[in-house]
């Protein structure tokens, strides 16, 4: 499954941002999903992910309150909305979908790889 990002942008702090994910092949059928990021300089982090049915999501501290994490099924896309953005919020975005999303949403330890990623898009958010 190839997935595209879309929607990133140059932005002031404070605005919003929202991007969406599809697969450009296949579906998103049973498939957790979530989005990471790499800040300049920075390793990619987790940012957010949600399970297939929609009722688990689980957010980094840095997000959390900020950006909500949704998907549409039916039409076989994920989203992020961002808020209240922030310079530091400037990264490339990248969607993701694997079980390893279950085991990150669960808490559980040690390293979990995503099977499928996007190309990313970037979010670059100025003072």
């Known amino acids: 499954v190839r997935l595209v990002e879309s929607g990133g942008g140059l932005v002031q702090a404070g605005d919003s941002l929202r991007l969406s994910c599809t697969p450009s092949?296949?579906?998103?059928?049973?498939?957790?999903t979530g989005w990471f990021r790499r800040a300049p300089g920075k390793e990619r982090e987790f940012v957010a992910a949600i399970s297939w049915s929609g009722y688990m999501t689980r957010y980094s501290d840095s997000v959390k309150g900020r950006f909500t994490i949704s998907r549409d099924n039916a039409n076989n896309t994920m989203y992020i909305q961002m808020n209240n953005l922030k310079p530091e919020d400037t990264a490339v975005y990248y969607c993701?979908?694997?079980?390893?999303?279950?085991?990150?949403?669960?808490?559980?330890?040690?390293?979990?790889?995503?099977?499928?990623w996007g190309q990313g898009t970037q979010v670059t958010v100025s003072s």
């Open positions: 092949t296949l579906t998103f059928i049973g498939y957790a």
């Open positions: 993701a979908a694997g079980d390893a999303l279950i085991a990150i949403m669960r808490g559980e330890e040690g390293v979990h790889e995503p099977d499928f």
